[in-house]
């Protein structure tokens, strides 16, 4: 399936990294440009809309009901979107080793369902209130891949076990993990936006 997306091309293309931004449940491909500004102004932008609306939303993927994901659908559309960025890579010229997703909510979840199909899939990724995509698979490696995930205390769709266990199962495929904690429920902070520009600045 291909995408609705901005493409970004950044100044010095050459090796810059590529911000892949993935929206929350009803978002669009513009909500999260001004963080990718903010985390990297000198990377290239590849900003996807969510190409499996529920009703009137943009979602990346199907759910029976808020947090209860539909696992098949995630999988389908987790290959998919992977095979979707090789492809435009060939195209648009960047380097598919250098793509580091920036996943809000259902954006995070498409993001972390690549991460477990995948070896090393991402050169880091930022995941914004993420769920556990799912648990039937053999990780893959992950070794070359840190993660930086932003969870929240109290977040009423990802609950602190389950941030925890994320970050488990990502470690025990060898990928450097930083679990940031806030407590804003599942919205995103200035904080938030804050470490994950630093963890960036250095596990990048
Ligand atoms: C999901 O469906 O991916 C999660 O429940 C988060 C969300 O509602 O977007």
């Given at each position: 399936m291909s995408y609705e997306y901005i493409y970004q091309p950044a100044k010095q293309q050459a090796e810059a990294n590529?911000?892949?931004?993935?929206?929350?449940?009803?978002?669009?491909?513009?909500?999260?440009?001004?963080?990718?500004?903010?985390?990297?102004?000198?990377?290239?932008?590849l900003s996807l809309r969510g190409n499996e609306p529920e009703r009137h939303m943009n979602r990346f993927f199907k759910r029976h009901g808020e947090g209860n994901l539909d696992?098949?659908?995630?999988?389908?559309?987790?290959?998919?979107?992977?095979?979707?960025?090789?492809?435009?890579?060939?195209?648009k010229g960047f380097n598919p080793a250098?793509?580091?997703?920036?996943?809000?909510?259902?954006?995070?979840?498409?993001?972390?369902?690549?991460?477990?199909?995948?070896?090393?899939p991402f050169k880091g990724a930022i995941l914004l209130h993420p769920m556990v995509p799912f648990r039937d698979e053999e990780m893959p490696n992950l070794s070359h891949t840190p993660v930086f995930i932003g969870a929240g205390t109290n977040d009423p769709i990802c609950a602190p076990s389950e941030s925890e266990e994320l970050k488990t199962s990502l470690q025990s495929a060898g990928s450097p993990v930083t679990l940031h904690w806030e407590d804003y429920?599942?919205?995103?902070?200035?904080?938030?936006?804050?470490?994950?520009?630093g963890w960036y600045a250095t596990a990048v």
């Open positions: 590529t911000l892949l931004l993935l929206h929350g449940t009803g978002g669009t491909e513009h909500d999260l440009l001004e963080i990718a500004q903010f985390i990297d102004p000198n990377a290239n932008v696992i098949e659908n995630l999988k389908y559309h987790a290959k998919d979107l992977y095979n979707f960025i090789e492809a435009l890579a060939w195209e250098n793509v580091v997703p920036i996943g809000y909510s259902n954006g995070a979840n498409i993001a972390g369902g690549i991460l477990y199909l995948y070896d090393n429920g599942h919205s995103l902070s200035m904080s938030e936006l804050q470490a994950a520009k």
